[in-house]
């Protein structure tokens, strides 16, 4: 059940006292997607889903969501819930022209019909509404099958091995220096290996984009998205590999 966070039906204010500027970059986002797809520009639209969907996970998890805040500020964790609630809404639209299925089993979870892709996040399910039955989107990723699965779809270059990369010595932020990698012991998680398949897929979009010529604006501004991209995908290795 959504509790009640007090917010009306209708769009979400773009900035406020407890959720800061979330729902105003949201927004944002939105509108960049809408102009890709319209533009037919497939690849940039799913990039900007990507986007959307990192900024809802960091926006889940600065809110520090659990039961001493449920406690002093239940009005804040009630339009937590509801801004996430409804931002998974607006994604199982935006996701629809790629994934239908995976559309389509958001909207059985959220108990909600399908809906048109919105221009600005706004409170359609609303408190008291009930939410279906929860189950996994996509199938875990079994470690005997990531090489079988990278073999077959990554194409000739394997997903980078993070757990044998050197560790740099010298520090970040300096010219000519990288920052160093987080090595592991043991096996890596489903979930690393996954995040290490998507960093070589969204690699190649990079450097395809970057080979391509002329450079327009339109093609310079995708460039931009596509790093924005790679970059918070390459961020979410390293918190999967950080030591709890």
Same mark, same amino acid.
């Given at each position: ?13 773009? @900035? ?30 799913? =990039?900007?889903?990507?986007? @959307? ?25 009630? =339009? ?28 059985? =979870? ?91 897929? =969204? ?42």
């Amino acid at each position: 059940m959504i509790p009640d966070g007090e917010d009306a039906p209708g769009p979400f204010p773009p @900035i406020d006292v407890l959720n800061g500027e979330f729902v105003s970059n949201t927004n944002s986002l939105l509108k960049d997607y809408i102009d890709a797809m319209e533009a037919v520009k497939l690849r940039l639209g799913l =990039q900007m889903v990507m986007l @959307i969907s990192n900024r809802a996970n960091t926006y889940l998890q600065a809110s520090g969501l659990n039961k001493a805040l449920i406690a002093s500020n239940p009005k804040r964790c009630a =339009q937590v819930i509801s801004r996430a609630v409804n931002l998974i809404y607006t994604l199982s639209a935006l996701i629809y022209p790629f994934m239908p299925a995976t559309s389509e089993s958001i909207l059985n =979870q959220l108990n909600a019909p399908a809906r048109v892709v919105p221009e600005v996040l706004s409170n359609d399910i609303l408190a008291g509404h009930a939410i279906g039955t929860p189950q996994h989107l996509f199938k875990k990723i079994e470690e005997n099958m990531a090489d079988v699965w990278r073999s077959r779809f990554g194409g000739n270059e394997a997903a980078p091995n993070v757990d044998t990369a050197p560790v740099s010595k010298k520090k970040p932020g300096k010219k000519g220096t990288t920052a160093p990698s987080t090595a592991i012991d043991g096996p890596k998680s489903p979930e690393v290996l996954a995040l290490e398949n998507k960093v070589a897929e =969204q690699g190649k979009i990079v450097r395809e984009l970057k080979g391509r010529s002329p450079k327009t604006p339109e093609l310079e501004e995708e460039i931009k998205v596509a790093v924005k991209v790679l970059k918070a995908l390459k961020a979410d290795i390293e918190k999967a590999l950080s030591p709890s």
